[in-house]
């Protein structure tokens, strides 16, 4: 596996409450696999995505890349982690609205170290990969919901990570946009190796684009089933 869970689980104090949102779970992708993770609200999908994405941290079990495992990382190897290994997107598209397409994309690129010509000429071939050669100088409020979450899978692609990891990113569209997002990433793993993990409520989506889906509920996996043929 390239990125995983290892009886991960995660559990919340709220108040005198212990929430558990995860629940000993087992669970990963290989390389150029795309996983599509589904279950109803609180079933742990978020949860799970963001331990993957080292935004948060198991409260038992472990997490690996490249079967090594994240937990004696220090807060900074963990930054690293988070901007080289792994890349985010959201059902909030998350961009800054006062930047262009083409400067929200080059910002990422920056945090990256890239200087110059060669940071303006990488933010114009990512925009170009997911179809907005024509839409880089405009801002977020100019361009389609659609259009909007391009840019933010630009920008989560922006240095080279091998695992994508998607919250909902088709939540706040509409079906024909939804189905062209989800191309455009199945696109990626067949020509590029990169890894995809889904979370979305959508099992037509899923069942049309993904290698495999994963099912949750209350915390824990219920179906971890393959879709290839």
Do not use: C, W
């Not at 949102?21 to 109803?40: K, R, W």
């Not at 079990?61 to 900074?76: I, N, R």
């Not at 907005?132 to 100019?142: F, G, K």
């Amino acid at each position: 596996m390239l990125i995983e869970t290892r009886d991960a689980s995660r559990v919340y104090q709220m108040g005198t409450n212990r929430v558990v949102a995860l629940d000993q779970v087992s669970v990963g992708a290989e390389e150029g696999e795309f996983v599509a993770i589904q279950g109803t609200s609180g079933s742990g999908k978020s949860t799970l995505l963001n331990l993957l994405g080292g935004l948060d941290r198991p409260t038992g079990g472990e997490v690996l890349f490249d079967s090594k495992p994240l937990g004696p990382l220090t807060k900074k190897q963990m930054a690293r982690y988070r901007r080289f290994s792994v890349g985010m997107i959201f059902q909030n598209f998350n961009l800054i609205p006062t930047m262009t397409a083409a400067e929200n994309v080059r910002l990422a690129l920056a945090f990256g170290g890239i200087r110059g010509a060669e940071r303006r000429k990488r933010a114009e071939d990512l925009l170009e990969r997911v179809g907005l050669s024509d839409r880089m100088e405009h801002r977020p409020a100019e361009l389609s919901g659609g259009e909007q979450q391009r840019v933010a899978i630009a920008r989560a692609l922006a240095n080279h990570p091998r695992v994508l990891l998607a919250d909902e990113p088709t939540g706040n569209l509409d079906s024909m946009r939804a189905h062209e997002l989800l191309a455009l990433l199945r696109a990626m793993v067949d020509r590029d190796k990169l890894t995809v993990l889904l979370v979305t409520h959508d099992r037509e989506l899923a069942t049309g684009f993904a290698d495999r889906i994963v099912v949750m509920k209350d915390g824990r996996v219920q179906e971890n089933d393959s879709l290839i043929q």
